[in-house]
């Protein structure tokens, strides 16, 4: 099947840092992928619809300027998260549709457990 | 709002036995309805998916059985291994193409045990 790889799986950084997590669709182009945010023992959340070629669309009550999106290409959207704290610690989870096939028909990648300290 | 009711939050099952987690919605709109599995530290990913227009779905040992009027829809799964211990969430859309987004369910932690 298709795959949808993330990059890191985890990452540790200090509380004020930036943190870029990279979402790639392998074998597939995808002019829309979606980021999501998951706490422990949790659902998944979607925080925002990336994009390729114009701004990504962001749910209600996540901050575009927090959570900074690019798709610069038809294979690659990033995730940063600008000036990170603590609350900021979470699993983010990205997700593709191949092109052509409907929204919800996504694959998901492994998922970036970000630890901020 | 929580628009995808999900129950039991765990469940525990022995090998052999038969897992059924429930999920109810509202919005009478979603006509896709998935289902995913999750392991730990790791991404969803689809176990089986169905319609409104069908009442149930079998693929291997996983069923999706559907009740339109009542707006439910469970996941059974026959002679549970192991192996499928895992977290498992239901989730509806509307399919508008583009525009169609994923509403999840809180999810159901499967314990499978010998």
């Known amino acids: 099947g298709a795959v949808v790889s993330q990059h890191p799986s985890r990452v540790i950084c200090k509380s004020g840092t930036s943190v870029k997590i990279e979402c790639r669709s392998l074998?597939?182009?995808?002019?829309?992928m979606f980021w999501y945010r998951q706490f422990p023992k949790k659902s998944l959340m979607l925080m925002a619809t990336?994009?390729?070629?114009?701004?990504?669309?962001?749910e209600q009550g996540v901050e575009k300027d927090k959570f900074l999106i690019n798709h610069a290409s038809l294979t690659l959207s990033t995730l940063t998260v600008t000036s990170a704290h603590p609350e900021d610690s979470s699993f983010y989870i990205c997700?593709?549709?191949?092109?052509?096939?409907?929204?919800?028909?996504?694959?998901f990648g492994q998922g970036t457990r970000l630890t901020v300290v | 709002q929580q628009q995808v009711k999900q129950s039991p939050q765990s469940l525990i099952v022995q090998k052999g036995g038969i897992s059924i987690i429930n999920c109810a919605y509202e919005?009478?709109?979603?006509?896709?309805f998935p289902w995913y599995q999750q392991f730990p530290g790791k991404g969803p990913a689809l176990l089986i998916a169905?319609?409104?227009?069908?009442s149930e779905k079998k693929e291997g040992r996983f069923t999706i059985s559907f009740n339109k009027s009542a707006k439910q829809f469970s996941l059974h799964i026959m002679d549970s291994q192991p192996g499928d211990s895992a977290t498992y969430f239901c989730?509806?859309?509307?399919?508008?193409?583009?525009?169609?987004?994923?509403?999840f369910g809180t999810g159901t932690r499967l314990q499978v045990t010998l």
């Open positions: 169905i319609r409104p227009d069908v």
């Open positions: 989730a509806a859309s509307i399919n508008t193409g583009t525009a169609s987004k994923l509403t």
């Open positions: 074998d597939f182009q995808a002019t829309t």
């Open positions: 990336s994009n390729e070629g114009s701004k990504a669309t962001y």
């Open positions: 919005n009478t709109a979603f006509d896709y």
């Open positions: 997700s593709a549709p191949p092109q052509g096939a409907w929204n919800t028909e996504a694959f």
